[in-house]
């Protein structure tokens, strides 16, 4: 089956694990599909694509790129420490410390151990 790219945007993980999943049930991948499915079977713990898509939402609301907002959603960093190694990321922020102290209580509530 053809397909066309029609737009492409950061997505954290859980949201390419349900794209791909979709993929996988209709029998219709490549190798390196079938590899990037079994990565995030193997990485994705937190498995709520809705959720992650709020997470996101509500960082890119405080002035992160769509880009670190996923990858945090992604990674799910479980102190500050591992956010700020993130958002080091964002070069339009210009205070990581300050940052990380105001989205950490926001990503605490998502990504829960």
């Not at 209709?26 to 709520?48: A, C, H, K, N, P």
């Amino acid at each position: 089956m053809e397909r066309r790219i029609l737009e492409s945007k950061a997505v954290p993980y859980q949201v390419a694990k349900k794209y791909m999943y979709e993929r996988v049930k209709e029998g219709d991948i490549i190798s390196i599909q079938e590899s990037t499915w079994e990565y995030f079977r193997r990485v994705v713990l937190w498995d709520d694509p809705e959720a992650a898509i709020e997470l996101v939402e509500e960082i890119v609301r405080e002035g992160v790129s769509r880009e670190a907002a996923a990858n945090i959603a992604s990674i799910c960093p479980r102190t500050e420490g591992e956010l700020r190694s993130i958002l080091e990321m964002d070069r339009s922020i210009t205070s990581v410390h300050e940052m990380a102290s105001k989205l950490y209580p926001i990503v605490s509530k998502y990504c829960r151990g």
